[in-house]
C-alpha cells in the first residue's frame, strides 16, 4: 500500500458517518446503494459522496448490475491499512523509546 492510499484510508475512516456507512456495508454483505441510502437521516447526495471517498480509498468495491449499483466492503485492504498504521506506530515506539501506557485515567459520574 502507498502512502497516498494510506492516507485516504485514514481520512475516509475519521469521519463518522462515512465510518457507520462501511459497518452498515460490512454487515450486509453486498447491498444496493439505495438499501444504504435509506439507512441514513441525511440526502442521498451526502451518502453518495461518503460512498465516493470510501471508494477511491478502496475500502469498497462497487459493482453495476442493470441500472442498480451494487457495493461490498473489501475487509482485505483495511486489514492491510492497520498492520502498516502498527507497522508505522510500532517503529515510531521504537525510535522513541516510549512505551505505551495500558491504561486510561477513571472517569465518575457527576451527580
Known amino acids: ?18 465510518f457507520e456507512v ?5 454487515a450486509g454483505g453486498e447491498m444496493c446503494c439505495g438499501a444504504v441510502v435509506e439507512r ?7 451518502i453518495s459522496h461518503h460512498l465516493k471517498e470510501l471508494t477511491d480509498a478502496g475500502l469498497v468495491e462497487t459493482r453495476a448490475e442493470g441500472q442498480f449499483k451494487y457495493l461490498r466492503a473489501r475487509p482485505e485492504v483495511l486489514a492491510e491499512y492497520v498492520e502498516q498504521l502498527n507497522a508505522r506506530i510500532g517503529s515510531q515506539r521504537k525510535k522513541s523509546g516510549s512505551r505505551a501506557v495500558a491504561s486510561s485515567p477513571k ?5
Open 1 to 18: 500500500m502507498d502512502i497516498n492510499q494510506f492516507q485516504r484510508i485514514a481520512k475516509a475512516l475519521a469521519d463518522p458517518r462515512r
Open 22 to 26: 462501511l459497518e452498515v456495508i460490512a
Open 40 to 46: 441514513f437521516p441525511v440526502a442521498q447526495a451526502t
Open 107 to 111: 472517569r465518575t459520574a457527576k451527580v
